[in-house]
């Protein structure tokens, strides 16, 4: 079986994470005796949103294209933290005929687009929500929220 892996990091500072996905993502497919025919990877970019992601845009183009039989991820959060955004792409894939397995929880099926991609969007509201407790910390606590800022002491 000719498989496809996709890897996705969501900031700068992940700097080797795609990376390491994929390497445990080709362990996988030795495991299982897949043959990885293509790997496509998008580096700080977030899973908020499947727009705007060249790799997964590239992946759609090649499982269209009949380039591969599979996609292998590490796990559903690497396609879309979106529920909308991960059926969806389940959807094109069983249209072409691509099934999509991930190391974590095995072949997707519809329960895991229901339960696993509820539990991914709901882990982005959770750090939206904790990283704007942070912001207003730090203003109250007269800082600059954000980070560095340069040319400024």
Do not use: W
């Not at 390491?20 to 497919?29: A, L």
């Not at 959807?91 to 539990?119: A, D």
């Not at 991914?120 to 980070?147: Q, S």
């Amino acid at each position: 079986m000719h498989v496809a892996i996709y890897a996705r990091h969501s900031t700068d500072k992940q700097g080797t994470s795609t990376q390491d996905q994929i390497r445990r993502c080709q362990e996988f497919c030795q495991g299982k005796s897949y043959s990885i025919a293509e790997i496509y990877r998008d580096e700080a970019i977030s899973g908020s949103h499947i727009v705007n992601r060249p790799g997964l845009s590239a992946l759609l183009i090649g499982a269209f294209n009949g380039r591969f039989d599979l996609v292998v991820a590490e796990d559903l959060s690497r396609i879309s933290r979106d529920q909308a955004d991960t059926a969806n792409f389940f959807k094109r894939m069983l249209f072409l005929g691509v099934p999509v397995e991930t190391v974590s929880e095995g072949l997707i099926n519809e329960l895991h687009i229901g339960l696993k991609s509820t539990m991914n969007a709901l882990y982005l509201k959770d750090l939206a929500d904790k990283t704007h407790r942070g912001v207003i910390a730090a203003v109250l606590r007269g800082g600059v929220p954000g980070g560095k800022l340069y040319g400024y002491d």
